[in-house]
């Protein structure tokens, strides 16, 4: 094996693809690098996509020593011992931590004095959106940057230096899913069998590890599309139909999970609140099981979901509500719901619900449809805000 992906690794950011929203030349974050003064980052998004590139990168430009720290495997006396080295220096490490989601509270600790004395500069990585798993204190001192998976014209450039035909080319494209690594070591697997580069030989090597999508990226995005509105329609055949079309082709099945977790809440929400279990539950039992089995969860899912009763309540809900929160940032709490308040009547006192004021005017965001268990408890407030009300008469 070649080891391409590691050999392909660009040397400065003029060979660096991708990510212009952060690397552009004209984007912020590069002007603060040229300046030599970026802030302590974190960089998360999908595998391949160049989030350690980046950061070696960072540390060439900056004339940083690089130092890789995983946080699975993180301790806080490899990170002295980077300081340590630099102690008596002018010199300033660049620490990275791969997997940063990883760190407890205790570690994260650690990193305080050094982010807060610049005594290094940190930068971190993750497939997963780290800010909820940084401390407010880690947070403070630290900017989160998203990655975005390689577009067809970027991984394209990669591939620029071999001698492809067409079909072969965009074979490697499209299953790679974005993932400059994934398409690499799939094309150093062919390349080291010593066998003419074909198609064929291609998808001799194209397990579903390699994350693959549908053949063609607008019809991977189609047919998510047409799996989705089909369950919003309530339309069974068609849904299993798509779902059956996107296994087919490869699909991984963690994402088609994710998209039924959404569904369940954005479409069903509370006319079937167990929808939104059932899909965290296909979620998680897929991760583990992986194919061929996980095609037996998302089809179970898929059809609960398709004869659920629908209602995108909680979903307009929430729109409305920020809408009005970004017009109307700093409405007052009203004093007797504030913390430790005298006056709060505790609901309980007066058998599960009291009248009292809990907005400083009247505000409604909610719109209720009478469909499945949401009839119920729209019926049930309507109930119980009756008779408090006739009580009180």
Known sequence: MKDLAYNKRPKN???FFGQKHIFGENAPFMQLLKSGAIPHSFFFGPPGSGKTTAAILIAGELGYPFYSLNATSFKSEDLRNVLKQHQNTLQKPLIFIDEV?????????LLLPIMENHQALILGASTENPFFALTNAIRSRSFVFEFHPLSKEDLTEILQEYSLDDSTKEFLIHTSGGDARAMLNLLDCALSTQKPLTLELLK??????LNSTASDSDTHYNLTSA????IRGSDENAAIYYLARLIESGENPE??????VILASEDIGNANPNALNLANSTLQSVAKIGYPEARIILSQCVIYLCASPKSNASYKAINVALEYVRANPNEPIPKHIQQFHK???YPHDFGGWVAQEYLPKKLKFVKWQPKGFEKTLKEWLDKIRKIKSEESK
Do not use: C, G, T, V
């Open 343 to 345: 006056d709060y009547l």
């Open 13 to 15: 950011f003029q060979q």
């Open 255 to 260: 994402f088609i999970a994710r998209r039924l």
């Open 204 to 209: 001799s090597f194209h397990p579903h590890w």
């Open 227 to 230: 799996m989705i509105k089909s």
């Open 101 to 109: 989601h990883r760190l407890n509270k205790a570690q994260q600790e």
